[in-house]
């Protein structure tokens, strides 16, 4: 969906809050925009919302955000 640069400046937030995420578990990095304006560039990108645009039209609110992550052999059980 994105540029390969693009791309990569987003793997670099990701990695920002797992190296800052002390005591959560991988999977409770909820709504990550509200301690990380950058990640706005991503959520409202054009990318983005031309794809929805076209499945629920252009009155699109922000809801939530969330990085989805398991770290090898800890966290919780995700089933399929």
């Not at 994105?2 to 800052?20: C, D, G, M, P, T």
């Not at 999977?27 to 990108?45: G, I, Q, T, V, Y």
Request: overall charge negative; aromatic content about 12%; proline content about 5%.
């Amino acid at each position: 969906m994105f540029s390969n640069e693009k791309f990569e400046r987003l793997v670099a937030i990701y990695e920002e809050h797992i190296e800052q995420k002390g005591d959560l578990k991988s999977d409770e990095l909820d709504m990550p925009h509200f301690k990380n304006d950058r990640l706005f560039e991503f959520l409202l990108a054009d990318e983005v919302l031309n794809v929805f645009e076209g499945i629920i039209e252009p009155n699109i609110g922000l809801w939530s955000s969330h990085f989805i992550c398991k770290e090898p052999k800890i966290g919780r059980r995700t089933p399929w």
